[in-house]
């Protein structure tokens, strides 16, 4: 099956908020978001960073590896900073 076949992608988004664990989507736009990812950052289910003005080539943008690095080390703060909390109240 080509990856360029109309479904490959079904059910994706779907997936990705049902993942239990801390999620980071990175995008080169936010125009593309389907009504289920906007509705599930809007209820803070995963980070989102959004890198402007690279189009659909993100991952050939030269500095995105450090860019990259800094999300990364965002997203396990923030989810340090959860756990810590929820652990503090028991």
């Keep these: 099956m080509s990856l360029l076949s109309s479904g490959w992608f079904k059910g994706l988004s779907s997936t990705f908020l049902a993942t239990r664990a801390a999620r980071l ?30 189009g659909h080539m993100l991952h ?16 396990i703060s923030r989810a340090t900073r959860m756990i810590r909390r929820v652990s503090q109240k028991f």
């Design 25 to 54: 989507l990175v995008l080169a736009g936010t125009d593309r978001l389907d009504k289920e990812l906007m509705i599930g950052q809007m209820q803070g289910k995963f980070q989102q960073s959004v890198v402007p003005g690279v």
């Design 60 to 75: 050939e943008v030269r500095s995105f590896s450090f860019l990259f690095l800094k999300m990364l080390a965002n997203l």
